[in-house]
């Protein structure tokens, strides 16, 4: 898959951003495997820590979009974090 990538990369329109989407497809892939080798050694209790606090973790990321999707991203907008006026989309 990463050589598809990396040959349809040479005659993108946007070669060098084609290379290093393709660049970061094979870095996630390399981190993918990486974590698999590395869970495989730990306790069975280790992983069920982990594994709550994945389902924690996205529950809370999930409930704050879905609060900022039906309140047309007030906190979004009151936090000034991020200028929601210059992305076209949540005008």
């Known amino acids: 898959m990463a050589g598809y990538l990396f040959a349809n990369a040479t005659w993108s329109q946007d070669p060098s951003n084609a290379f290093i989407k393709a660049g970061w497809f094979v870095g996630v892939v390399l981190m993918t495997f990486a974590t698999c080798r590395a869970l495989r050694t730990w ?49």
Not at 48 to 66: D, E, K, P, Q, W
């Open 43 to 91: 306790p069975p209790a280790q992983i069920r820590v982990a594994t709550n606090s994945l389902l924690i973790g996205l529950a809370v990321g999930m409930a704050f979009i879905l609060v900022e999707l039906t309140s047309s991203f007030t906190m979004a907008r009151s936090s000034r974090l991020l200028p929601m006026s210059s992305i076209a989309m949540w005008r």
